[in-house]
């Protein structure tokens, strides 16, 4: 089967995958208690039902769940993502307002996970019983149990508070104006401990994978052939076992893609980051369905996408996967 | 018993630390000082508003930005006087059916446009046919307007409350020839993008759940006001960080804050002050509700034997610190029609366990009278929940197994609540000034209806209907608080609601800011007077 016809295989499967994703969300979303009307009275304060029933109405909340989901489909196909009924702005615009922000803390956040995760492991394989390699076995245990959220509150203790080097939330200083190197220095200050508090778990995890993956490596046949050669501990470590150590621990990087995601929406509402996770938790409490829904789907095509790229990507980095 | 001895402890010294703080000398600055020109406030918020429009949206986070903006007729002091804002002077008619307003001359819009009786007009009837607050402007016809400067208010009925309506948080002036263009005006694009108001502050930027940024607009009416540059409103849903931000001087000013945990914090903390004034307009209840509508509680006697069972005082003094004062009756003790003639019903669970046994409620062999639940509004743990829990701990000491249900969020709970689900439930509701605005939809028996803060308590007594319905036409002050004293009285007497204690809201705000806002909408008002040192 050639690359072509594989992606067009595999392009439609996420097609249906994305599909289904939004019907079971339109239909866990629905199921929750309480309506968006309800909510918009109780930010009111009180509401008359006559007002209510024309909200209602005028959403088409009215209408059984059925048709509801029917015109949400049809909408969906044609690009539209409809009205935030909280705050009246097109659901697209809010997401794109709030994509950077996201991204920006997922691939730092990945991007140093991968990195330091990866080097952990690999001091930690060169001499597997050192007392290196059992504390950051340990680290990375505590870094792998640890709630994010606590995390987070502890870090925002200890660097915020207790030592106050680093800011508490936010993505800018409260009377920043924007713009400029300043603009660039003052968000990568406040990004600091977010994407300390998100990396962590995965850096845990790809820290563990690549120590074990090296171990694997290291113990095999051509290994000891390079080694018998006589190149340098240098050469055998990095050249030839951490290439073949590398591949698991890419497959999981592009997989865990959507974990990342997840972890955003913790991460993103302990340190007010103005990111779809946030975005994503504050609409659940204000029934927000349009918003709620056009995140969830953004979330899943990203992760969709990601993942094809990855089995894509894992076709020409092992060539065996083809031949199967 | 010494958890006990220590939360009373506690509260002693809060309480011997605030009558302290009270016989200190004021310093010297409070008075005399002289307001200066200049600097940015930020004060943090909690609440995420949907927009900046307070004409077609209630709520207090709508109304905190919207009276920065927008102007209104008029505005109050600190002892409930109306006070000339956009209208120089007013005058409402012997009959209570008509409000005349003489508008000033030199008010501008913040687009140049001057503000005229037509844009009255306009957004009095904007407000009667948008604002969720029906009640408020019921009454009202039509707005005549004999000249660029006069507007007169026509009412079918008698309508005293139409003077506290011109409220800041609740009249905002709107631009007849921006929002006067037929578009949808809860959905009008201008409630979020370049909103024009003639207020104090203008917006300059305003990004939904993050922030709203005011900067001074020159020509503004009032001369020399406002004395400060900017407002940034920072929105975070998370109070632990604004408290935090506030320690770190990153937000000088924190309206709205309630847990005692902060409260304390702060008290002892020299940079920072401390005020629950400013809270009397919006005149917030916590409340237990009993849904009158179910047995057992639609016995009168089992309600009150509920209310003997609580003990007020302790939820006042240990579960929230001292900061909250206990409440009697409907109405926040600051309003001008508050009484202090109320059936009252002290702490005594022996005589509680009586009425109970008196009304054929008798215990069981396992010591259980009957089981009832308890549903209470999340999101506010210091008021709701842990009153909750602790009214479960006393009615088990009367024979009456009660069961705390938690709910998700807003939502959930506020479907149960509209759906007349629920024996029991904790509350919080606003007085918002007036009565008729937000006194009367709890008690009408014509307001037994399925949403969240009407009557769902399914209250219905016929005096009390007349009674409201009268005294909300009454213009004489003193007959109209006649009429409410006896309603504040047979509601008290017939408990579809025990009252707890009123909401301790707090503004906190670094010593730096003068003039912090102290009349009865506090943070609800223009902050035009408000200054950093």
Not at chain 1, 216 to 236: M, N, P, Q, W
Not at chain 2, 230 to 251: F, H, Q, W, Y
Not at chain 2, 255 to 266: C, G, I, Q, S, V
């Amino acid at each position: 089967m050639g690359t072509l016809r594989y992606a067009a295989s595999r392009l439609l499967q996420a097609l249906g995958l994305v599909l289904a994703v939004v019907v079971l969300n339109f239909v866990l979303v629905h199921a929750a208690p309480g309506d968006p009307v309800e909510t918009i009275a109780g930010a009111s304060g009180g509401m008359s039902p006559e007002l209510m029933t024309q909200l209602r109405a005028q959403y088409g909340l009215d209408r059984s769940l059925p048709v509801q989901l029917g015109v949400y489909l049809g909408k969906v196909a044609q690009g539209d993502l409809g009205y935030s009924y909280f705050f009246n702005l097109p659901v697209t615009s809010m997401i794109a307002e709030r994509v950077p922000a996201t991204l920006l803390l997922v691939l730092s956040s990945v991007l140093l996970a991968f990195f330091a995760g990866t080097a952990l492991g690999v001091l930690s394989s060169r001499r597997p019983n050192g007392w290196l390699s059992q504390f950051i076995t340990v680290l990375s245990l505590v870094g792998f149990a640890a709630p994010v959220f606590w995390l987070g509150i502890m870090l925002v203790i200890l660097l915020a508070s207790v030592f106050p080097i680093l800011p508490v939330a936010g993505m800018r200083s409260i009377d920043s104006a924007g713009g400029g190197l300043k603009d660039v220095l003052d968000v990568a200050h406040h990004l600091v401990l977010p994407t300390l508090t998100l990396s962590l778990v995965y850096l845990a995890q790809y820290s563990r994978l690549a120590r074990s993956s090296m171990l694997d490596v290291l113990g095999s046949d051509f290994i000891r052939t390079a080694r018998a050669k006589g190149l340098a501990d240098r050469v055998v470590l990095y050249k030839h076992a951490l290439r073949n150590a590398l591949l698991p621990v890419v497959t999981v990087l592009g997989l865990q893609f959507g974990n990342v995601l997840a972890g955003a929406i913790l991460v993103e509402t302990v340190f007010n980051w103005p990111g779809l996770g946030r975005l994503a938790f504050e609409s659940v409490l204000r029934r927000d369905y349009p918003t709620i829904l056009g995140v969830l789907l953004f979330s899943s095509i990203v992760v969709v996408v990601m993942n094809q790229l990855t089995d894509l990507c894992y076709r020409f980095i092992d060539p065996r996967i083809k031949a199967s | 018993m010494p958890l006990l001895r220590l939360a009373r402890r506690a509260t002693l010294l809060s309480a011997a630390l605030m009558t302290a703080s009270a016989l200190l000398p004021l310093p010297a600055s409070a008075a005399e000082e002289q307001p200066r020109r200049g600097g940015t406030l930020v004060i943090g918020s909690t609440q995420t508003p949907r927009h900046l429009n307070g004409a077609v949206q209630s709520g207090i986070a709508t109304a905190l930005p919207s009276t920065q903006i927008f102007a209104s007729p008029l505005r109050f002091d600190d002892k409930w006087n109306p006070q000339p804002y956009l209208a120089e002077s007013w005058k409402l008619a012997d009959d209570g059916k008509s409000l005349t307003l003489k508008l000033r001359k030199d008010a501008v819009f913040h687009d140049g446009k001057p503000v005229t009786s037509a844009d009255v007009a306009f957004s009095i009837m904007a407000i009667k046919a948008n604002h969720p607050f029906t009640t408020m402007l019921g009454p009202v016809e039509k707005v005549e307007t004999p000249d660029p400067y006069t507007a007169v208010i026509r009412m079918s009925v008698p309508h005293p409350a139409i003077v506290l309506a011109m409220s800041p948080a609740l009249c905002p002036i709107l631009p007849k020839h921006i929002y006067g263009d037929g578009q949808e005006l809860k959905s009008h694009p201008r409630n979020t993008t370049d909103v024009v108001g003639s207020g104090p502050f203008r917006v300059t930027e305003f990004k939904p759940a993050q922030r709203i940024v005011l900067e001074r607009f020159d020509k503004f009416f009032l001369a020399g006001k406002p004395y400060l540059d900017k407002v940034i409103v920072n929105v975070t849903p998370d109070m632990a960080s604004l408290v935090l931000g506030l320690e770190r001087g990153d937000i000088q000013m924190l309206p709205f804050a309630t847990l005692p945990t902060d409260l304390k914090r702060f008290a002892n903390d020299p940079k920072v002050s401390l005020t629950p004034k400013g809270y009397d307009g919006i005149g917030a209840l916590n409340w237990l509700a009993f849904n009158t509508a179910k047995k057992p509680l639609s016995d009168v006697q089992v309600r009150k034997a509920i209310a003997t069972a609580i003990d007020k005082n302790f939820i006042a003094k240990a579960l929230m610190g001292g900061f909250a004062t206990v409440s009697d009756g409907p109405l926040v003790a600051s309003s001008p029609f508050a009484v202090p003639d109320l059936v009252r019903y002290p702490l005594d669970l022996k005589k509680a366990a009586e009425m109970l046994d008196a009304a054929g409620y008798k215990a069981s062999a396992n010591g259980e009278r009957f089981k009832l639940t308890i549903d209470y509004l999340p999101g506010a743990d210091d008021q709701q929940k842990n009153v909750a829990e602790y009214i479960r701990g006393q009615l088990k000491k009367v024979g009456i197994a009660v069961e705390v249900r938690a709910s998700a969020d807003f939502p959930a709970w506020a479907k149960r609540l509209a759906s007349h689900d629920f024996d029991l439930s904790m509350d919080l509701v606003f007085n918002w000034g007036d009565p008729i605005i937000g006194v009367h939809r709890t008690y009408l028996s014509t307001n037994i209806k399925p949403i969240v803060w009407t009557n769902t308590q399914s209250y219905a007594n016929p005096k009390v209907d007349e009674l409201l319905n009268t005294a909300g036409g009454l213009i004489d002050p003193t007959q109209r608080k006649a009429y409410y004293a006896t309603f504040q009285k047979i509601v008290t007497d017939e408990l579809p609601i025990e009252f707890i204690n009123q909401v301790p809201y707090h503004t906190i705000a670094s010593k730096k800011v003068g003039n912090v806002p102290a009349t009865i909408w506090g943070p609800l008002s223009p902050l035009d007077e408000v200054y950093l040192k």
